[in-house]
């Protein structure tokens, strides 16, 4: 492939510090873009010598012009866990309508390709199991979470309008991701569990439990993202992630087992609004994208778990 010049807005993030890896492995050079709300340098750190990397510090909202022309533009900056999405909803709100519209803008500025990190959220708390692509959702729009799903399901729109004026905009819906350099305290159920294992402490469960998610380890959304951009035509929406379900005791039992802790569990109650079910159908990126995810939940983990121990272990020093 042709060395393309690409734009990673959130790229000091968890997931867009993956994909700036896995574009400077394919050969591109790369511009990482995070305000750092809750991407952090140290993602990058390893990148300080690669010419063929920059770094700016700036947010998405802002104008886009000076960081000049790309061929491809990912717009992942968006807070994505809900302890840090509802923190400042105002902000969050703003990031998934003002960011991609700025980034849309600047992809039919210059001509370049953009695909938007959408989400599994725009399907609410779903009605219909596993989730389709053509499922329009069950969404709150004045609740908590209201501010990231709703959010996101205007970037979707926007990037349905755009493409009547030409733009190639491609839209992939993230289903739960987890992997190395998640932030131990992002409040999401993987690095919740695992941390809370590795220190002894209960295992805080939400409900009694039996809600589901299908937990997709990062190199496979990644790859998802990929195939998305590469395609000659497909745009999307389509669904990234891994279909196989899991509860939240059977993630819990599994922590447990790698993390040779015998933690016990905490219950409390569900938080209003929190989906019970969550999994993708696949049958879209399987037929257009040939994707399918590779990596086991039992293997992600225990790759999750060997990064947790290092970094609670730098904290304790």
């Not at 609740?143 to 190639?168: H, I, M, N, Q, W």
């Not at 079910?277 to 399918?292: C, N, V």
């Amino acid at each position: 492939m042709t060395s393309l010049r690409c734009l990673v807005t959130g790229g000091a993030g968890f997931v867009g510090s993956h994909l700036v890896d896995r574009l400077l492995a394919d050969g591109h050079e790369v511009v990482a873009l995070d305000n750092l709300y809750t991407g952090s340098k140290a993602n990058l750190a390893h990148l300080a010598s690669e010419s063929r990397f920059a770094f700016v510090e700036a947010d998405v909202c802002d104008d886009l012009a000076p960081l000049g022309r790309f061929d491809w533009i990912f717009n992942l900056a968006c807070p994505a866990s809900p302890p840090h999405y509802q923190r400042d909803p105002i902000f969050t709100a703003k990031t998934c309508f003002l960011g991609v519209l700025r980034c849309l803008e600047h992809a039919e500025r210059h001509g370049a390709r953009l695909l938007q990190a959408s989400t599994s959220e725009v399907y609410g708390d779903p009605e219909v199991h596993p989730q389709p692509e053509s499922y329009r959702g069950s969404v709150n729009p004045v609740g908590p979470r209201s501010c990231y799903d709703e959010g996101k399901r205007v970037g979707e729109t926007l990037c349905f309008d755009f493409r009547a004026r030409g733009v190639d905009a491609r839209i992939v819906r993230i289903f739960n991701t987890y992997g190395p350099r998640m932030d131990p305290s992002d409040g999401r159920v993987v690095s919740n569990f695992v941390v809370q294992a590795l220190r002894g402490e209960p295992l805080t469960v939400y409900g009694d439990g039996t809600q589901t998610r299908s937990f997709c380890f990062v190199s496979d959304l990644i790859d998802g993202f990929l195939r998305l951009m590469t395609h000659p035509q497909a745009q999307g929406p389509i669904n990234v992630g891994n279909d196989r379900e899991h509860t939240m005791l059977e993630l819990a039992e599994l922590v447990m087992r790698l993390t040779e802790r015998g933690s016990e569990l905490t219950h409390l109650p569900l938080p209003k609004d929190d989906p019970t079910r969550r999994r993708p159908d696949l049958s879209r990126a399987r037929e257009t994208l040939g994707y399918e995810p590779a990596v086991s939940l039992e293997d992600g983990l225990a790759a999750t778990v060997g990064y947790f121990r290092e970094v609670l272990a730098d904290r304790e020093e």
